[in-house]
């Protein structure tokens, strides 16, 4: 269920230079790379890690900009989990619907305890600029 794991950074570049040499161990690269944020893996494969610049702008620190994301196979998954977690004391942190124009797919929440949280698939990439309802950092 779980499709791969966010961890805060205050030095992109730094954190970079550290998983790229660790994911090429697991014979994976870079799959997706935003001034914030950078994720290795593959698309379809084992579950992936990232590294992410917080969304809220503070810094990161155990626990600020980590994240677990649950992947699901449809973008009706990802609003059908995101509703449930909204209808059951959850709080919403970024609405489903599309990241940038790769294909990402994913709505962002919190449990009632603060753990952050998100439903995601890949959809067919878009030709257009791409909408960008939070970065989910």
Same mark, same amino acid.
């Given at each position: 269920?779980?499709?791969? =794991?966010?961890? /805060? *950074? $205050? ?6 230079? &550290? ?7 697991? %014979? =994976?690269?870079?799959?997706?790379? &935003?001034? +914030? ?6 698309? /379809?494969? #084992? !579950?992936?890690?990232?590294? *992410?610049? !917080? &969304?809220?702008?503070?810094? #990161? *620190?155990? /626990? $600020?900009? =980590? ?5 699901? @196979?449809?973008?009706?998954? =990802? ?5 449930? #977690?909204?209808?059951?004391?959850? *709080?919403?942190?970024?609405? !489903?619907?599309?990241?940038? $124009? ?6 962002? &929440? ?5 753990? @952050?949280? $998100? ?5 067919? !990439? +878009?030709?257009?600029? %791409? #909408? ?6």
């Amino acid at each position: 269920m779980i499709g791969y =794991v966010t961890l /805060g *950074t $205050n030095d992109l570049a730094r954190a970079a230079t &550290f998983y790229d040499a660790i994911a090429a161990h697991f %014979g =994976v690269g870079r799959m997706m790379e &935003f001034d +914030s944020f950078i994720a290795w893996g593959e698309y /379809g494969g #084992a !579950p992936g890690i990232a590294a *992410t610049m !917080p &969304f809220d702008g503070e810094r #990161a *620190t155990v /626990g $600020n900009g =980590v994240m677990v994301a649950l992947e699901v @196979k449809t973008p009706d998954l =990802v609003h059908a989990i995101h509703a449930a #977690a909204l209808a059951h004391g959850g *709080t919403c942190e970024g609405e !489903p619907g599309p990241r940038g $124009n790769d294909g990402f797919y994913a709505a962002y &929440f919190r449990d009632p305890d603060g753990n @952050k949280l $998100n439903a995601y698939c890949m959809v067919a !990439p +878009s030709d257009g600029a %791409g #909408a960008a309802a939070g970065d989910g950092s």
